[in-house]
């Protein structure tokens, strides 16, 4: 597997998979040296929001998109595809947001307390606490698009999450509404996606992200990730059969040399097509 490309960026990536790294500083210093505003919003850790300008104001009839990757890890793991692939990703694909000629109707959001500690419940989440938040001051009418695990592989995978909540642990049942416009939000955007699967309906990842804490808030989340071909395809066939290139996840070995260049690059223009894609509110 070879190393992300383009040398400056592979430092700075390795800076950051550094465990000694202060990632929430690490990000600050990088958006402030690119003169990129963002806000903090305090609800549930420490979470950094970006809105790119572009060079055409949002449609307003249309949902904004926010584009969504934790910066937190396990503690004593380099975190690389857990989740700084992701991080690095965004970074990037600002660029394009920051010069598009046309409307992208897009955010990032970089957040805290993704990874919940042992005698932590889905409630401690940062998302979900963030998701009360945001639906009562930002408003709703927004899509909460996370990236996690998009470093290795070809192939994009994703979960909708509406049908995989573990309600019996949540105690809760999710809104039919909020399941209905999750369902139509996904139909609209399956185009995309299966462009970046092979064509096939890859609705197989059975894992949790932030997208959990946003939906248990009330607000619509999809996840995207991505694995070999291979390994996606048997996936879908036996869902018992974790991914080989995920159980490295939360160790020492989840470092920057298992990450693969055409992994990245897939995903920035998975993000490039993504940003021309409007989603109209319902009326």
Known sequence: MKPVENNRMEEMLRAFCRLDCNRLEFLKTFLEWKKI?????????????????GCKAPLSDHYMKVLTAHYDRVEGSPGANDNSASIFILLKHLEILRNADFSHNTMILFTDREERTEGKNLFDQGAYQLGQYWKETLGEGHLFIV?????IGDTLVWGKNTNKLN????????APGLVRTIDSLYESLSELFYRYSRQSDMAVNTLFSDDLGFILSGMPAIQLSQLPWKEAEQWKKDSNRFPESWKVNHTLQDSIETLQDTAMKNMYNLLRDLARYQLPLPL
């Open 37 to 53: 505003g963002y806000c903090e919003l305090n609800q549930g850790g420490h979470h950094l929001l970006i809105r790119p300008s």
């Open 147 to 151: 990236l996690d695990m998009c470093g």
């Open 167 to 174: 309600t019996e642990e949540s105690g809760q049942e999710l």
